[in-house]
């Protein structure tokens, strides 16, 4: 039986968006999401995050939820605009006193809470002064984070400054696909990375100020990127899209300098990266106590000479041969996904390689599949994942825990409520919980804390 580490974390990933709801609740001020979301043609299906799950109300009803699944830990983000209507001061009490009461829930029941301070939702009010561009959000960011530290520092464990920060800049500047929804913007997309970054790190310097005893990390999306073909160019731009996505960010975290290829390929679209000042990366690469790791896919690359911004583009492939071995006739999740999981064994073994033995927390992985209740192939797809993620353990990646997005179907950003990626199945029209198969599945595992058969 592959059993886990002592202790190891089986959670489960929301955000606040996505499942909150009420968004006008308690003084809530609205953010970049309510802006975007409203207008017309930007969701498929023209959803919003306006009710959501319901979660703002229910609650108590989820927690107990996570109770009866049999898990010990739940990462969820807190809603700035609800503790800071318009960005920075004006604190509303009503906000805070809510994550207060989710706290003491989770830990009554012996649930260990994974708190994400930015999971998107950036007050709206910071967006007309600039939003993410505007160097000055980074200290309101600093701000926010340190008022959260004071009011729940001393329940908190385990933080994570930025969710997914090369997402953020990737749909939300380049592709126009999220909030606040620019398109071509290749300088607006890496300096948010960049301020982004800094933020990770002023938030890092804040809870040290604070002498707290709770971990802190980045919670990044990472890929493993293979070559679509043995041609040079396929792997030249394999190397060179593995700088944007991941190198930019790790390197920048965990050794304190941007890879010098990536920033000559700014500075060869952009010119001098300005807005990146002195002292900065010491300020991002601040020591952090683990990795958080996103991973939903590999990228297979195939280079188009000449193409801009960047010359490649990620193809889905037959098969991508990774260390575990050649998987053949990918299968896809319902979003187009492949789904190929001993690319995560091959990722936490590179990470441990090159960046060294940080602790490393799976924020999210998980798949879409549209079954409503006996959900087959997400059994399959967890227990694929968990094998592999096993493997990595074996070959000495220090994983803590795994939470897997996400505990119910919700309010996937710009596909709406069309693909569901919960282990609880959430019924629109009432807004009913109902346990997926998967959901049962995974609570075996935690129980075990060991691998389990389906
Ligand atoms: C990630 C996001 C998360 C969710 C999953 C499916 O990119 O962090 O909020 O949408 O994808």
């Known amino acids: 039986m592959k059993s886990f580490p002592d202790g190891f974390l089986w959670g489960v990933s929301t955000s606040a968006y996505q499942i909150e709801g009420s968004v006008d609740a308690d003084g809530r001020g609205p953010s970049i999401w309510d802006t975007y979301s409203h207008t017309p043609g930007t969701i498929d299906g023209g959803g919003t995050g306006d009710v959501a799950c319901d979660h703002y109300r229910r609650w108590r009803e989820d927690v107990d939820l996570l109770a009866s699944l049999g898990l010990n830990a739940y990462r969820f983000s807190i809603a700035w605009p609800r503790l800071f209507p318009t960005g920075r001061g004006g604190r509303e009490q009503r906000g805070f006193d809510h994550y207060d009461r989710l706290l003491d829930a989770l830990l009554e029941r012996g649930i260990e809470p994974v708190v994400t301070l930015y999971h998107w939702d950036l007050p709206q009010a910071l967006e007309d002064e600039g939003g993410w561009r505007n160097r000055d959000t980074v200290e309101a960011f600093a701000e926010y984070g340190g008022a959260c530290f004071d009011a729940y520092g001393d329940r908190v464990g385990w933080w994570l400054t930025i969710n997914e920060p090369w997402i953020v800049g990737l749909l939300g500047y380049l592709h126009g696909l999220h909030a606040p929804g620019y398109s071509d913007d290749v300088l607006g997309e890496v300096t948010v990375f960049h301020h982004l970054l800094l933020a990770h790190g002023r938030a890092v310097q804040e809870l040290r100020g604070r002498g707290q005893a709770g971990?802190?990390?980045?919670?990044?999306?990472?890929?493993?990127?293979?070559?679509?073909?043995?041609?040079?160019?396929?792997?030249?731009?394999?190397?060179?899209?593995?700088?944007?996505?991941?190198?930019?960010?790790?390197?920048?975290?965990?050794?304190?300098?941007?890879?010098?290829?990536?920033?000559?390929?700014?500075?060869?679209?952009?010119?001098?990266?300005?807005?990146?000042?002195?002292?900065?990366?010491?300020?991002?690469?601040?020591p952090t106590d683990y990795l958080g790791v996103n991973y939903y896919a590999p990228r297979v690359m195939q280079a188009?000479?000449?193409?801009?911004?960047?010359?490649?583009?990620?193809?889905?492939?037959?098969?991508?041969?990774?260390?575990?071995?050649?998987?053949?006739?990918?299968?896809?999740?319902?979003?187009?996904?492949?789904?190929?999981?001993?690319?995560?064994?091959?990722?936490?073994?590179?990470?441990?390689?090159?960046?060294?033995?940080?602790?490393?927390?799976?924020?999210?992985?998980?798949?879409?599949?549209?079954?409503p209740l006996h959900d087959e192939r997400r059994v399959h797809f967890i227990h694929d994942h968990l094998a592999a993620l096993h493997e990595a353990i074996a070959s000495g990646v220090p994983v803590v825990g795994y939470c897997h997005w996400s505990l119910m179907d919700n309010f996937e950003w710009k596909l709406g409520y069309?693909?569901?990626?919960?282990?609880?199945?959430?019924?629109?029209?009432?807004?009913?919980?109902?346990?997926?198969?998967?959901?049962?599945?995974?609570?075996?595992?935690?129980?075990?804390?060991?691998?389990?058969?389906?």
């Open 215 to 286: 971990r802190i990390g980045l919670a990044p999306n990472l890929s493993p990127h293979y070559p679509a073909s043995d041609d040079p160019a396929d792997v030249e731009v394999t190397h060179a899209s593995d700088g944007y996505v991941n190198r930019w960010f790790l390197d920048a975290v965990l050794r304190g300098s941007y890879p010098a290829d990536m920033r000559a390929r700014y500075e060869e679209l952009l010119g001098p990266l300005e807005f990146v000042h002195e002292g900065d990366l010491a300020v991002i690469a601040e």
């Open 304 to 371: 188009v000479p000449g193409d801009t911004p960047w010359p490649w583009r990620v193809i889905v492939p037959e098969g991508v041969r990774t260390t575990g071995g050649f998987t053949d006739g990918v299968a896809r999740t319902e979003a187009g996904t492949p789904i190929v999981p001993t690319a995560l064994t091959d990722l936490l073994v590179r990470v441990r390689d090159d960046y060294g033995d940080i602790p490393i927390l799976i924020t999210e992985n998980g798949a879409v599949f549209e079954e």
């Open 418 to 454: 069309a693909q569901r990626f919960g282990l609880v199945h959430v019924d629109y029209e009432t807004l009913a919980r109902t346990v997926k198969d998967s959901g049962r599945y995974y609570g075996r595992i935690a129980a075990a804390n060991a691998l389990v058969e389906p």
